[in-house]
């Protein structure tokens, strides 16, 4: 009996609608991939069927090490997850910061419309879930120590909707806490503000507009089916194939679509890369970047690229010491001439 709960344990992201990998959305974009392929690319359903299921891609080695790392990491996250920081500690602890302001008191919209607080509370929260990964996934990207832990996922050479579990654990920690912090900031502001006639407009426990974010196919952006929108959609919404650009290793992808559903914040901030269709492309790190080889690798090496990093600055804070200091007129470093 108490194996079956381990093993429970280890699969439950398959059957909770909360999860990306949940049983219904792979269903879900496994006919969206069809269809797709069928409708949009005319290809014959024998060809479609075999483009979907190539075995060089779900057999791969990169894709082997994915599924390792997605029991290793599964339980990694039942140690340390209760040890985390939660939503509603954070919420609570803004909520009674909130007295203390004197702008706007508590309950002060208790009796606005209802639906309305429900569908600005649902928005607010897919939004400020969305913008805060967007901006903890470009800063991975930009700041070395944090590459160091996320160049593990971007070392996937093929793809399958199990290589969104390809994470260092250090960096799961991060998200973790990113939307404790983004959700518990709306929840205690909301509560606040409205009182208790605040609610979530769901389906199967899930905010309505994640769910229908991953009912439109959202485990297709870490997949080998290239899935593009009009141009003007690919604006709002980021695309499967803008996502698998952004996992390119070529020079014109490097840096850009960040977005995790939606494409504003890109757009806004100058990250933005529309699809490309008909493109072969490479998926890595390519032959400039030294990532991790083995299973060990993916847990130790970025801790010893940090230590280098912060060995290499630590020397040029000593050497820019050095210089400063003997740029003084001689009196200062060793006292007056005799």
């Known amino acids: 009996m108490e194996y079956t709960a381990i093993f429970d344990d280890f699969l439950s992201d398959f059957i909770d609608p909360?999860?990306?990998?949940?049983?219904?959305?792979?269903?879900?974009?496994?006919?969206?991939?069809?269809?797709?392929?069928v409708a949009v690319r005319r290809s014959t359903l024998k060809t479609a069927h075999a483009q979907i299921f190539n075995r060089k891609v779900f057999f791969s080695k990169s894709a082997r090490v994915d599924y390792k790392l997605f029991f290793i990491n599964r339980a990694?996250?039942?140690?340390?997850?209760?040890?985390?920081?939660?939503?509603?500690?954070?919420?609570?602890?803004?909520?009674?910061?909130?007295?203390r302001q004197n702008i706007v008191h508590s309950g002060q919209f208790s009796d606005a419309n209802k639906t309305f607080v429900v569908a600005l509370f649902s928005l607010s929260m897919f939004i400020a879930d969305d913008f805060?990964?967007?901006?903890?996934?470009?800063?991975?990207?930009?700041?070395?120590?944090l590459w160091a832990f996320h160049k593990v996922h971007h070392s996937a050479e093929t793809m399958t909707p199990i290589t969104v579990y390809r994470v260092h654990p250090a960096e799961g920690i991060l998200y973790g806490l990113r939307s404790a912090v983004a959700q518990g900031i709306v929840i205690s502001t909301f509560i606040f503000a409205f009182g208790n006639i605040v609610d979530l407009y769901t389906i199967v426990g899930v905010n309505i507009l994640v769910f229908f974010f991953h009912m439109a196919g959202s485990n297709l952006r870490h997949s080998h089916i290239s899935i593009g929108y009009w141009k003007f959609l690919e604006h709002v919404f980021i695309s499967p194939a803008q996502h698998q650009l952004h996992h390119s290793v070529a020079d014109e992808h490097h840096d850009k679509n960040f977005g995790a559903a939606l494409a504003i914040w890109d757009w806004l901030f100058g990250s933005l890369h529309l699809s490309e269709a008909e493109k072969d492309i490479t998926y890595g790190l390519g032959l400039t970047e030294s990532g991790p080889k083995t299973i060990v690798d993916m847990y130790i090496k970025p801790f010893q690229d940090i230590s280098k990093i912060l060995i290499l600055n630590i020397r040029?804070?000593?050497?820019?010491?050095?210089?400063?200091?003997?740029?003084?007129?001689?009196?200062?470093?060793?006292?007056?001439?005799?």
């Open 316 to 338: 040029k804070v000593r050497k820019l010491l050095f210089l400063s200091s003997s740029e003084k007129p001689f009196e200062a470093r060793f006292g007056p001439k005799l």
């Open 76 to 99: 990694f996250s039942l140690l340390v997850s209760p040890l985390l920081i939660t939503q509603i500690a954070i919420a609570t602890f803004i909520f009674y910061a909130l007295h």
């Open 132 to 145: 805060t990964k967007y901006f903890l996934h470009r800063w991975m990207h930009r700041w070395p120590m």
């Open 18 to 37: 909360k999860k990306r990998i949940f049983v219904g959305y792979l269903g879900l974009s496994l006919i969206i991939a069809y269809v797709w392929l």
